[in-house]
């Protein structure tokens, strides 16, 4: 069965940094584009970032750009995504997903940035 | 960037109902639009790619067509497990954008 499990997500205060992991299992990792995207309290879907297979080519909304980095570790079946300089606007829960147009996403992992 | 507008935003129907959900971009995307559904509380499901190739598992009462600029969501037969908020998402161009979402409420 093919699965997304992120973790990593907690309170942290304005500023700061935190760091979400996605560990992926059911299909071959290294042959997929990965994302992440982001959902507000009670607000819609936003997409956030996208790595190519490869981990070549990286993109970014504009509202985390500078900010926020995705990398993927190929050997862990692991995608990562490094939110430095959070703001309280970031808060959000955080899904990993397969692929540019998500077709698996994982449970989620809670992020808020609040002093 | 490429804004995607769904309607209605919200939609009220019976169980046993057929419902259209319908997204427009901004600019034409080709046939890059995926569909998306979400019940309260959990992760969104896959629904839809390539504006109307099924995902595996998904029922055959969900379909998807369109291509260009607008697309549409058809749901036939509603029932109970229907009722969620359903997001149009376009992957022609980054950055990729989701649309408001709709949602779908029970009459």
């Known amino acids: 069965e093919m699965q997304l499990v992120e973790s990593g997500g907690d309170l942290v205060q304005p500023g700061g940094s935190l760091r979400l992991s996605c560990v992926a299992s059911g299909f071959t990792f290294s042959s997929y584009a990965m994302s992440w995207a982001r959902q507000a309290p009670g607000k819609g879907l936003e997409w956030v970032s996208t790595l190519t297979a490869s981990g070549g080519s990286t993109y970014y909304a504009d509202s985390v750009k500078g900010r926020f980095t995705i990398s993927r570790d190929n050997s862990k079946n692991t995608l990562i995504l490094q939110m430095d300089s959070l703001r309280a606007e970031d808060t959000a829960v955080y899904y990993c997903?397969?692929?540019?147009?998500?077709?698996?996403w994982g449970r989620g992992t809670l992020v808020t940035v609040s002093s | 960037d490429i804004q995607m507008t769904q309607s209605p935003s919200s939609l009220s129907a019976s169980v046993g109902d057929r419902v259209t959900i319908t997204c427009r971009a901004s600019?034409?995307?080709?046939?890059?639009l995926a569909w998306f559904q979400q019940k309260p509380g959990k992760a969104p499901k896959s629904l839809i790619s390539?504006?109307?190739s099924l995902q595996s598992g998904v029922p055959s009462k969900f379909s998807g067509s369109g291509s260009g600029t607008d697309f549409t969501l058809t749901i036939t037969s509603l029932q109970p497990e229907d009722f969620a908020t359903y997001y149009c998402q376009q992957y022609n161009s980054y950055p990729f954008t989701f649309g408001q979402g709709t949602k779908l409420e029970i009459k």
């Open positions: 600019q034409g995307i080709s046939n890059s």
């Open positions: 997903a397969k692929r540019g147009f998500f077709d698996l």
């Open positions: 390539d504006a109307s």
